[in-house]
Nanobody
Framework: QVQLVESGGGLVQAGGSLRLSCAAS????????MGWFRQAPGREREFVAS????????YIADSVKGRFTCSRDNAKNTMYLQMNSLKPEDTAVYYC?????????????????????WGQGTQVTVSS
């Protein structure tokens, strides 16, 4: 079993930055792909970013490409989401996820999460 705990959310002005962290405990996540989803009020949960277990490759949603980066430190069992140039439309609850897949593109990571793990979420609010 894997437990995922997000941190780093908060209130920030448009144009600002935040770094989210996802700390994993329980079973080691070093062989699991990890990623981020977000859900805004009244909207479906959407893919934001994912990263391979080695950290060698990441996938970023078009809506945040160029502004968000995803990284991980397996020695610390922690994944990060660096969010720059934040916009009000980035306001959402951000969820950390982990699943077993070698190719965590949006499609395959989402499929793998049918038997994966989720965190409880952290709120990010961007004011205009």
């Amino acid at each position: 079993q894997v437990q995922l705990v997000e941190s780093g959310g908060g209130l920030v002005q448009a144009g600002g930055s935040l770094r989210l962290s996802c700390a994993a405990s329980g079973r080691t996540v070093s062989r699991l792909a990890m990623g981020w989803f977000r859900q805004a009020p009244g909207r479906e949960r959407e893919f934001v970013a994912s990263i391979t277990w080695s950290g060698s490759m990441s996938y970023i949603a078009d809506s945040v490409k160029g502004r968000f980066t995803c990284s991980r430190d397996n020695a610390k069992n922690t994944m990060y989401l660096q969010m720059n140039s934040l916009k009000p439309e980035d306001t959402a609850v951000y969820y950390c996820a982990a699943a077993s897949t070698e190719l965590p593109s949006k499609r395959y990571f989402t499929e793998a999460l049918r038997s994966g793990y989720w965190g409880q979420g952290t709120q990010v609010t961007v004011s205009s």
